[in-house]
């Protein structure tokens, strides 16, 4: 009684052990999400990771078409005074400022930014500010050294604008050592596994003087566990077939 009630504890165990890190490899590989880890940083769930900061210490950005000029200093706010202006962007500063021929708006602060990545893997700033929108697509330059900004045009209203950021700290950074999350839950699986089977089978043959298929341990979960799996599936193909019958 004792050792049938360990047996079936046994089972559960491992049936949730092999249940839970299925699940968690199946999330962790279909998030493709980059989380944002500082104001111009994000990571990716394989490790690769952006890293825009650089750009703090350089400069605003700068571009002037269509009558609009448009500064971008990235990663952190500053005070930004356009042209001969002396009137600032935001009096205790910006990321995003803008001028055309009648005002100067300020389009959104590091606070207002949100780094991400869309789903066709386009990397991208968007700023909300108040009620306009700045999408600010990020490129990687890997040809020249040069950081380049630019504003879209035509614009199609002026609540929304677009603007491309080339630069080589636009590209992917591959992490330098240690494994994923994934890879080191991959690695553990394979390493239980091993230590399941292979202690399993020196304790039994050690111990209870096992031979052939009994030395594996939970023999007859293993052995049945095709067959459940069998069942399980006719089960699901009866059952939906039985309901289609049902609906006809
Ligand atoms: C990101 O870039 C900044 C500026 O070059 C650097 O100081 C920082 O260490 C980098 N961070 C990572 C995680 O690579
Ligand atoms: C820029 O402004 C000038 C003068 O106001 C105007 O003639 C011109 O059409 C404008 N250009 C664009 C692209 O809006
Ligand atoms: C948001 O925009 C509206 C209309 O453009 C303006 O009246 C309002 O003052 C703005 N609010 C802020 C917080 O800038
Ligand atoms: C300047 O921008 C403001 C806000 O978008 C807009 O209301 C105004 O018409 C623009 N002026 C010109 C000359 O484009």
């Not at 092999?18 to 880890?37: K, N, P, R, W, Y």
């Not at 700023?127 to 040069?146: A, L, Q």
């Given at each position: 009684m004792k050792t049938k009630l360990g047996k079936m504890c046994g089972h559960n165990a491992t049936l949730f052990i092999v249940l839970s890190l299925f699940l968690i490899l199946f999330c962790d590989t279909t998030s493709s999400e980059c989380m944002q880890l500082a104001s111009c940083m994000c990571s990716l769930p394989d490790g690769h990771y952006y890293n825009l900061?650089?750009?703090?210490?350089?400069?605003p950005l700068f571009d002037n078409r269509n009558n609009w000029t448009v500064y971008f200093h990235p990663c952190t706010n500053r005070p930004i005074v356009i042209g001969n202006d002396t009137k600032t962007c935001g009096g205790n500063g910006v990321s995003l400022c803008m001028k055309n021929n009648t005002e100067v708006l300020n389009m959104g602060t590091v606070q207002e930014t949100h780094m991400k990545l869309t789903e066709n893997n386009v990397l991208l700033f968007e700023i909300h500010h108040n009620n306009t929108k700045s999408t600010i697509i990020i490129f990687c330059n890997r040809v020249d050294n040069k950081t380049s900004f630019t504003l879209d045009t035509?614009?199609?209203?002026?609540?929304n604008f677009s603007f491309r950021l080339m630069s080589p700290y636009g590209c992917a950074i591959q992490p330098e050592r240690g494994l994923s999350t994934g890879s080191v839950l991959v690695i553990l699986f394979f390493i239980s596994v091993g230590v399941y089977f292979i202690g399993g089978i020196i304790v039994l043959k050690a111990l209870r003087g096992a031979t052939g298929w009994e030395m594996i341990p939970n023999h007859d979960f293993w052995c049945k566990l095709p067959s459940l799996v069998r069942d399980g599936v006719v089960f699901t193909f009866n059952c939906c077939r039985a309901d289609s019958y049902e609906r006809i």
């Amino acid at each position: 009684m004792k050792t049938k009630l360990g047996k079936m504890c046994g089972h559960n165990a491992t049936l949730f052990i092999v249940l839970s890190l299925f699940l968690i490899l199946f999330c962790d590989t279909t998030s493709s999400e980059c989380m944002q880890l500082a104001s111009c940083m994000c990571s990716l769930p394989d490790g690769h990771y952006y890293n825009l900061t650089s750009l703090a210490d350089a400069e605003p950005l700068f571009d002037n078409r269509n009558n609009w000029t448009v500064y971008f200093h990235p990663c952190t706010n500053r005070p930004i005074v356009i042209g001969n202006d002396t009137k600032t962007c935001g009096g205790n500063g910006v990321s995003l400022c803008m001028k055309n021929n009648t005002e100067v708006l300020n389009m959104g602060t590091v606070q207002e930014t949100h780094m991400k990545l869309t789903e066709n893997n386009v990397l991208l700033f968007e700023i909300h500010h108040n009620n306009t929108k700045s999408t600010i697509i990020i490129f990687c330059n890997r040809v020249d050294n040069k950081t380049s900004f630019t504003l879209d045009t035509p614009i199609p209203d002026p609540k929304n604008f677009s603007f491309r950021l080339m630069s080589p700290y636009g590209c992917a950074i591959q992490p330098e050592r240690g494994l994923s999350t994934g890879s080191v839950l991959v690695i553990l699986f394979f390493i239980s596994v091993g230590v399941y089977f292979i202690g399993g089978i020196i304790v039994l043959k050690a111990l209870r003087g096992a031979t052939g298929w009994e030395m594996i341990p939970n023999h007859d979960f293993w052995c049945k566990l095709p067959s459940l799996v069998r069942d399980g599936v006719v089960f699901t193909f009866n059952c939906c077939r039985a309901d289609s019958y049902e609906r006809i």
